[in-house]
């Protein structure tokens, strides 16, 4: 047999997958990187939907960071419309459905990155098929749906479900003028925050003309010639021309698991430090597999556009020989809505209890600026520490602008496993136009000091 | 002998020695507090000034954040225009010069604290002493030259000095329409950062019509009846009818220096970790005292309002039995000129070299928010490590809104002792309103990481 041209496989053409692949590519240049895209789209901004959708970015070409030619040149073999349908890992190969040749193949690989992403939950109700009912989680959904609004010129809008996306579908929708109800199955908005900084948002939300409805399932669509017409919920239905349905996001993991390869939390497919799966050879990363949280101390399912980037670069470098380690979540993330920013990161006082811990809890209402400068609105700020180390768990902040990119230096002091007498003494950056004195995260932590 | 309370007093009524006493007061009710300044104003923000200058906070009121009043109402002895005009250790009493009834008097103390202030310094050419030539280091100041622009409607300013103070009030006059010259006599403006990062503050200040003069040294001023007319400079003279000399502070530690207390770094009082200075049962605070740098490992001369404050709490918990220990600064500064913001923390480039480190930099330039998000606009961020460990050592700001403050991200790293490799996964938030999917401070730390 001759020595052949290592070949390194890549399936899935967005940011984890091309991370990896142009990572590789410039390290290994005599690796052979072949990566297959279901999609004729590569390394476009997932996060940046919703504000295509709101029209306040006019051009769906500026959400894309690299086009498929870019990568062509830069060496990788892509191939577009080609889906991995299957993973045989007896005979290191992958079986491909070529959507344009319509015709199946096998390619073999000597290492095999998944990087196949995630989809939207369904919702599997009676109607959900019919016409005007969108999703939002692909360059081709967010044009179906700006498509819909263009020419149909929907006069009633729904979202369905509370999240992130939901929300920033929600914003988009009002800032186009549309009347809009937001339809929530749980008791608050943005699970992920705990109730009393949700209310937060609720209020905004409601402040801006949203029709906010919690508590409130979906149970159905009524449609008329097939378009959607109405929701239906256990309190009434409502009516809509238009619906979008953002209620969280499962992993592309069926590949993997068909092949073997062992899945974690929510079916993820579990990676270690280094984004290895549980076969050799194999690697993952982004909205299809898991990431190591640091303080619940185990792998979850957390899918963000950051920890796919981050795992796409750890899956480039250890395929390139250059392993790295990555070092985990600490599950921050962040969002607005209208003027009001939303941010999270560790654990909310509830997933801190559910985790076992004894929490100590302290929230303040200060000012962005100092409170005399103009400009200066309010913002709230939550810290969750252990009550018995004072150790830092998490903090969750709503409010003006400037508000929520402070989560980042709780981010970083909960990396450093910081305690909240720690924390207090931080060398913040203050003058007048950015910030209090004390800066408002810092106030929130020595409040909650005095009590722990 | 009976039993008296304990006395506690405290010289200078800002920021620092506020703190301390009302921390005291609130822990320790059965203590005597005494607090002598030697002005009428207590707990204002002096940071603000500018901002009253420009016109843009209209009352000066808006920056005391405790008047007089509120603290008496605490219980706090607070004796206004009553200054310390000599400590006696040995009989444990302070001499108080009691402006009011101009008479001197002695007051004894069990412990006292020191929060003494800083002045600025002095510029001894001819003519300094004329009429419209300012400096801007309390609220009398600018009263005093927010009256002068009232009344005299000067046409032509002249700032003397680009360093924080000379910037503000460079941007205050800008904003006031009035045509103004800075005159700095070092080659760059901020020389706490590098003259590469200060580049770009000059070009904003001359982007906004400032006649800015580096290398340019002031040799005295002109005047006519008095009144300044003109400052000379090797260079030339410059015409002025209204002066701001900005050119730094040193701090008031004569009292302490006469008493035998020892001085440390640029003559400031140095105190420990629990702000005590090297006189039993004597505290000091706030920008009369030195602060333990953390990356230098030995304490230095920077006196800022957050540490002021910091430093005040500190000592009053000492004071009240409850020591707690001040971890030192690391050297974090904002500002802005206009829409530029300007932040810093660290070492610089020069500061590393100087303290003999082996040092490694990156810079780049990177938009604020997703470059395709409406409001993105640009910024730049050094960042330093150590070339052997790859430990951070500082980093650099300048850009637009939303810049400046990311500098928090690396405070708190540096505090933590962190390396490029684990700043660069830390979990920073991103959605496109707020960030690139990479962090710019990231993105600098990348581009450093592959070259350590």
Chains 1, 2 share one sequence.
Not at 173 to 180: D, E, K, Q, S
Not at 255 to 277: F, K, P
Request: charged share 25%; aromatic share 6%.
């Amino acid at each position: 047999m001759s020595r052949q041209r290592e070949r390194i496989i890549i399936v899935g053409g967005d940011a984890a997958g091309m991370s990896a692949a142009s990572q590789v590519r410039r390290l290994r240049p005599d690796a052979e990187v072949v990566a297959f895209e279901r999609t004729t789209h590569t390394s476009y901004a997932l996060c940046g939907l919703p504000y295509l959708v709101a029209g306040l970015v006019d051009d769906p070409g500026k959400l894309v960071a690299r086009t498929p030619d870019a990568h062509r040149r830069a060496g990788i073999d892509l191939r577009l419309r080609s889906e991995v349908i299957g993973i045989d890992l007896d005979r290191r190969e992958v079986i491909v459905w070529d959507a344009e040749a319509r015709r199946e193949y096998r390619e073999p690989f000597d290492r095999l990155v998944l990087a196949t992403g995630a989809r939207p939950r369904t919702l599997a109700v009676p109607g959900r098929e019919a016409a005007g009912i969108f999703t939002l989680h692909s360059l081709d959904d967010a044009l179906a749906l700006a498509a819909w609004l263009q020419n149909e010129r929907p006069r009633q809008a729904v979202v369905v479900g509370a999240g992130y996306v939901g929300i920033e579908v929600a914003e988009a929708f009002v800032t186009r003028g549309l009347p809009t109800t937001v339809l929530e199955a749980a008791p608050q908005v943005l699970t992920l925050l705990d109730p009393d900084m949700a209310e937060l948002v609720e209020r905004a939300m409601r402040d801006a003309g949203i029709d906010l409805r919690t508590s409130t399932p979906v149970e159905g669509f009524q449609t008329r010639g097939g378009r959607v017409v109405a929701v239906d919920t256990p309190h009434g239905s409502v009516p809509a021309d238009v619906v979008v349905i953002g209620i969280g996001v499962e992993p592309n993991s069926e590949l993997a698991g068909q092949a073997g390869i062992e899945l974690g939390d929510r079916n993820a497919i579990h990676v270690d430090e280094r984004c290895r799966t549980s076969v050799p050879g194999v690697w993952a990363a982004g909205d299809c597999a898991d990431a190591y949280h640091r303080l619940l101390g185990r792998s979850v399912y957390f899918p963000l556009g950051t920890t796919a980037n981050k795992q796409g670069r750890i899956c480039g470098l250890d395929l390139a020989g250059r392993p790295a380690r990555f070092p985990g979540i600490v599950g921050t993330a962040i969002t607005r809505f209208g003027e009001t920013e939303i941010a999270r990161t560790g654990l909310s006082e509830r997933e801190a209890r559910a985790a076992g811990f004894e929490v100590a809890v302290g929230s303040v209402r200060s000012t962005t600026r100092s409170g005399y400068f103009p400009g200066a609105t309010w913002m709230t700020v939550k810290i969750v520490a252990d009550a018995g180390s004072g150790k830092l768990l998490g903090a969750q902040i709503v409010g003006g602008a400037g508000a929520g990119k402070r989560i980042d230096t709780v981010a970083t002091a909960l990396t450093a496993g910081m305690t909240l007498e720690e924390f207090i003494y931080l060398d913040l950056a203050y003058a007048p136009p950015f910030s209090p004195v004390w800066d408002p995260v810092v106030v929130a932590a020595r409040k909650l000091a005095r009590e722990v």
